[in-house]
């Protein structure tokens, strides 16, 4: 096979490099301007080498002797030690990461000192030790080795080099001691203290809440040391709740000034040159359906009855025509990489005159959209589909409560107000039944889980609580969802475009061994790790339906399952039973959803894979990079709701409410409340007194003198002891005896 060269010059000049075969010249060309080798180029060079090189005789060896070439070798050189794919060393020298036996991933820390490594390309998480973990902090990520395995098996690393640390900034409470100023992070995982040295506390006193920005990272023989940036209160308020967790997670709220302008040089509405060559569905009935707060609307559906089946029409927003690669808004978009959703207020990916406005799509206005048209058999198959861009105008802005009233409940108002577009959403409603019943048939697993809402007044304050069950309505748009997903997946799948997609793997073996051993206790059983399928969890769910503990079985069931992540490779949802899945339909709040769009849209232009904008490494990167930030938002998300239930918890101090046992510990229960979901502790001096012995096989309680037993399941009655936003605990009290005596 000849060589190829080098991808050199504008204008598809080249110049040929003695060294080097780029396979990627072609893309990086088309790419570029001034095109240098391709990442995957500078591996193969490092690889032949067989030696860590500098930046110089890197940059030799590849025949790179313009300044402006050299810039650009060091910003992609920058870029592939944070993916991990090369380690520099102390003297300067990059090496390919692989071939040093180097891991790379994110460190996840325990509040006792020891952590965890988890792996980007998944598998079990590595062991770090309490002296590794000083280097480091939860979020950073690194590269490790391998250096033994301890007496349980578990696998014990090393850190070999810091590949990017996590946000700089972290939420903690000012220690003064002996003179020295220090902020205890109110994040229990960061769990070293930052060190303020004189002259950086802002006038910040002892006790008081603040943020701090870490200027140095810690090292093996010193901690973190940092300065004050801003002073958030003595005490933490439910109104601080959110900036405290967007400042904790590190989420950026502040837009560059490139991203503002860029976005302000949009138009608010579809020019008429926009629509030119896209498939006009302006009078196509299509309806949003979402929740009573969505201000974005990403998706619209349109179903209506065939010879065979249905025709299923979901029009996504076309986010790929206004954010194109290489602009300040897509960098902006991709580092941000998902919308962050707090009771009121979000973070999101996009600034809010493109996702609130011409992106969204909004009732009674022009929209660009992509466009999932479907074949939906009687059978719920899709033997036909096909994708293409188009213009639309959504006849109507629904809400999942107003179209269940007007479908399930039958409700003679709703059913006026809807009556314009009623024939379309009770052929969705037929066709959501179709879909149902295909995927029970194939067995995904369907968790009833319930949605915890918030209402808060203008203070911040919670108002109110409860859980929001799903209906017919949520459940419709998620199956016409899932479907265009599936079909998004198989295009790309089908054409190998680099692309995202949604991978959730089978429960791993150590979080599946510790289900069975809990399912023993409630006499139910699974099949093996080995031959677990997605259909025996959704028979044991409908098994355990009505019973009293099904809400706690059902959370230690969806518990057990892996993480779902982001992947360049096509390996199936082991949850939905699914052979091929990714991400397609919400674009405006999530990243993956933008490079799926992109890909199809280059498909749809004949583009061959080869010259594809984004080379399969990058995607892999793309993926890790998306993951880690969908875990962030996870985490920031979580922690507002858990501040938010100990608020709520703090105006029923004295209240008394029925709960479920949903974890025993030797120091004694944690209570799921029936209504509001909120967890809290019954500590075991709050229990009858007695001597208590616990068995931790079979997770239980037993009281020596009286004889109670208390185990997983149980209902009991507790009164609210105790809340505190500050630690997120909830202290409750045992009031009613319902332990029970048992053989």
């Known amino acids: 096979m000849p060589e190829l060269p080098l991808a050199r010059g504008a204008k598809g000049a080249h110049r040929k490099s003695p060294h080097l075969a780029d396979p990627q010249a072609q893309r990086e060309a088309a790419r570029y301007e001034h095109p240098i080798p391709s990442r995957e180029a ?16 890197l940059a030799d060896g590849l025949g790179l002797r313009e300044p402006r070439d050299r810039e650009a070798l060091d910003k992609r050189l920058a870029a592939m030690l944070r993916a991990g794919q090369l380690l520099q060393n102390r003297r300067g020298g990059y090496g390919v990461a692989n071939k040093l036996d180097l891991i790379p991933g994110s460190i996840l820390a325990n509040a006792e000192g020891f952590g965890f490594l988890r792996p980007d390309a998944g598998g079990d998480d ?42 700089s900034r972290l939420v903690g409470r000012v220690v003064t001691e002996n003179g020295i100023v220090v902020v205890a992070p109110d994040d229990r995982r960061l769990h070293q203290d930052v060190l303020i040295p004189p002259g950086k506390e802002q006038g910040a006193h002892a006790g008081q809440i603040v943020v701090a920005e870490i200027t140095q990272p810690p090292t093996a023989q010193r901690g973190p040391i940092g300065e004050i940036v801003s002073v958030l209160g003595e005490r933490l308020v439910p109104s601080l709740i959110v900036e405290m967790a967007i400042a904790s997670h590190g989420l950026p709220q502040e837009w ?21 060559g896209r498939v006009d569905l302006r009078k196509l009935p299509l309806v949003t359906i979402d929740g009573e707060d969505a201000r974005d609307f990403d998706d619209a559906v349109f179903a209506e009855p065939t010879k065979d089946g249905f025709r299923l029409v979901v029009a996504i927003a076309d986010v790929s025509h206004y954010v194109r690669p290489g602009t300040a808004l897509d960098d902006e978009a991709q580092e941000r990489a998902t919308s962050v959703y707090f009771p009121g207020f979000v973070v999101p990916m996009l ?91 194939r067995g995904a697993i369907d968790f009833d889980s319930h949605e915890v809402k918030f209402r808060l007044d203008q203070a911040g304050a919670v108002m109110q609580l409860g859980a929001e069950p799903r209906n017919d309505a949520h459940k419709l748009i998620e199956e016409c969802m899932i479907a265009a997903n599936v079909e998004a997946a198989k295009y790309l799948d089908a054409r190998k475009i680099p692309a995202l997609y949604r991978d959730h793997a089978p429960p791993p073996e150590s979080k599946y061994e510790d289900l069975l051993e809990f399912l023993r206790e409630f006499k139910l059983k699974l099949p093996p790790a080995a031959q677990v399928q997605p259909k025996d969890f959704s028979i044991l769910l409908k098994k355990i339906r009505e019973r009293p503990d099904a809400g706690l079985i059902e959370s230690v069931l969806l518990r057990a399952q892996s993480l779902a992540v982001y992947s360049p490779h096509n390996s199936g949802h082991f949850g939905l039973a699914l052979d091929a899945y990714a991400h397609f339909t919400s674009p405006i709040r999530r990243y993956p959803d933008l490079l799926v769009h992109r890909a199809i849209r280059f498909a749809l232009s004949k583009g061959k894979p080869s010259q594809y904008t984004y080379a399969p490494a990058e995607m892999a990167n793309l993926a890790t990079h998306c993951s880690n930030n969908e875990r962030r938002a996870d985490e920031a998300e979580r922690d507002v709701d858990e501040r938010y239930k100990c608020a709520w918890m703090e105006k029923h101090v004295g209240s008394e409410f029925d709960g ?20 809290g502790l019954v500590h075991i001096t709050q229990l009858p007194n007695d001597y208590y012995h616990f068995d931790a096989v079979r997770k239980l309680l037993t009281g020596e003198r009286r004889g109670l037993k208390f185990r997983l399941g149980d209902a009991v009655r507790v009164q609210v002891l105790r809340a505190s936003l500050e630690d997120r605990k909830i202290d409750f009290k045992l009031v009613q005896d319902m332990g029970r005596k048992r053989a």
């Open 351 to 441: 600034p809010e005159t493109l996702s609130n406005g011409i992106c969204s799509l909004n009732p009674k206005v022009e929209r660009l959209c992509m466009v999932c048209d479907m074949q939906v058999d009687r059978d719920g198959q899709v033997p036909r589909s096909k994708f293409y861009p188009a213009v639309m105008r959504s006849h109507a802005r629904l809400t999942y409560t107003r179209v269940w009233q007007a479908l399930g409940e039958n409700d003679a108002d709703a059913r006026a107000e809807l009556r314009d577009v009623l024939p379309q959403l009770e052929h969705l409603h037929q066709l959501y039944r179709i879909l149902a019943k295909a995927r029970q048939k």
């Open 256 to 276: 560059p000034q490139d991203a503002i302008r860029e976005a302000e040089q949009v138009a608010a509405q579809v020019a008429a040159t926009e629509i030119s």
């Open 126 to 167: 590595i062991y770090l030790s309490p002296y590794e973990m000083r280097k480091v902090l939860h979020g950073d990520r690194v590269l490790a080795s391998i250096v033994g395995v301890d007496h349980r098996g578990r696998k014990q690393g090393a850190i070999a080099e810091v590949l990017e640390r996590r946000a």
């Open 660 to 679: 479920v046992v949903s974890g025993v510990t030797s120091f004694g229960l944690f209570v799921e409340l029936a209504q509001s979901q909120v967890n």
């Open 42 to 57: 500078i591996l193969a060079f490092l690889a032949k080498r067989g030696e860590l090189l500098k930046s110089d005789a």
